[in-house]
């Protein structure tokens, strides 16, 4: 099912058939690095995201005092390779399926309210609290203190250049704070949730140091909330726009997964993956050097027509759906990516068993401000009952 579709303001049409320096681009929290070459061809991408070895993901100096340095996502080999086995023992697919039931429930209480009035403000009132809900759950977090979680994440997934260094830093402080005591409490007293697994794992005989099961609770906030929410405003802003493809999908519910494979190629939420080579080397017929950074653009190279004829259309029949990049590539794939997929299907198999959708305003979305990814600040949709 091909539908064309007008470009979007959030993507800009960067693609270049080599990889060009921009000298105004500087990385989420890296001020210390001014300009990085653009990695925008589809084949370029794949060949930097696969050679960790020359294209280091550590290219945030790490300091002792701020856990974003031991994210997962900006950590090498062979830690990494450590860290990602841990983590992925606690995402198993038996916890993800336990949740599904659960996941269910939530959509259905998100949406029932609104269904009355015919309008919903998609962001706000679902795609915000929905995999928040998620992974708070999963993680342990006591209700009590989920709210204040959710305004931490929001604050540390803006550009700190934008929100202020002071909040984003006092953001990180204050929530280092409370998963440190909250991982204090599971040591004493552990429960059937994801801290408890992450505190507790071993892999070869080893388990992860306090600070880096922080990083981690951390890691996985910002990857299934804020991806989470972009990629659920943006599939349903493309869906909005095609009445077509919302009664497929009622009809045929099984479609679901790769009608939002499609659309997230079409708008990728992940704005790209920084790195930094770690050699002199070359990509296509860009000479770089050691120390230079590199942005990897996924969304540029989910529109390479090289690879995706007809980039800007919508065709969830392609043949080739599964090399979108949006979840990333290599070692560094998302580590959430199940649970999101999970999320998504039923998200929006709930929303069209109940509703079709349509655009309450012609404006294009404003874009949030975010140095991770192409979000929405607000969707407002009407909602037709069936």
């Known amino acids: 099912m091909k539908t064309p579709l007008s470009q979007h303001p959030l993507h800009p049409r960067m693609q270049a058939a080599q990889p060009f320096f921009d000298n105004n681009f500087t990385p989420y929290f890296s001020d210390h690095i001014p300009g ?154 552990p429960e059937a949730d994801l801290i408890s697994q992450l505190i507790f794992s071993e892999v070869e005989g080893s388990r992860l140091e306090t600070m880096d099961v922080i990083a981690m609770c951390v890691a996985i906030f910002l990857g299934g909330y804020e991806t989470t929410k972009s990629s659920l405003a943006n599939a349903l802003y493309i869906f909005a726009q095609m009445p077509d493809i919302q009664e497929h999908l009622a009809k045929h519910p099984e479609d679901v997964p790769k009608a939002v494979t499609e659309a997230l190629r079409v708008l990728s939420p992940v704005k790209g993956f920084p790195r930094i080579a770690a050699k002199d080397t070359m990509v296509s017929s860009a000479a770089i050097k050691k120390g230079d950074l590199v942005n990897v653009s996924v969304s540029t190279a989910n529109k390479d027509e090289s690879v995706f004829a007809h980039p800007d259309a919508f065709d969830m029949d392609r043949p080739n759906l599964n090399q979108a990049l949006s979840f990333g590539h290599g070692i560094h794939y998302c580590l959430g990516a199940p649970l999101a997929r999970v999320e998504t299907r039923i998200a929006f198999e709930t929303i069209f068993s109940h509703a079709r959708v349509r655009l309450a305003t012609p404006a294009a979305p404003e874009p949030e401000i975010s140095a991770l990814v192409y979000s929405l600040k607000s969707l407002p949709l009407a909602l037709d009952k069936i």
């Open 36 to 189: 990085a070459w653009q990695i925008t061809s589809y084949q370029d991408v794949v060949a930097v995201l696969s050679d960790y070895a020359t294209f280091s993901s550590e290219y945030i100096p790490k300091t002792d005092d701020n856990v974003f340095t031991r994210n997962l996502n900006v950590t090498d080999p062979p830690k990494h390779k450590h860290l990602r086995a841990l983590a992925t023992k606690a995402f198993s697919p038996a916890i993800i399926a336990e949740s599904e039931g659960w996941i269910r429930r939530q959509c259905e209480e998100l949406l029932q309210p609104h269904l009355a009035s015919g309008s919903i403000e998609f962001v706000r009132d679902f795609a915000l609290q929905l995999p928040h809900r998620v992974i708070s759950r999963l993680l342990g977090v006591p209700d009590a203190n989920v709210e204040q979680v959710k305004q931490w994440i929001i604050a540390v997934a803006g550009d700190p250049r934008v929100i202020g260094v002071e909040i984003f830093g006092r953001s990180m402080q204050e929530m280092s704070i409370f998963f440190s005591e909250l991982i204090k409490q599971r040591t004493a007293q």
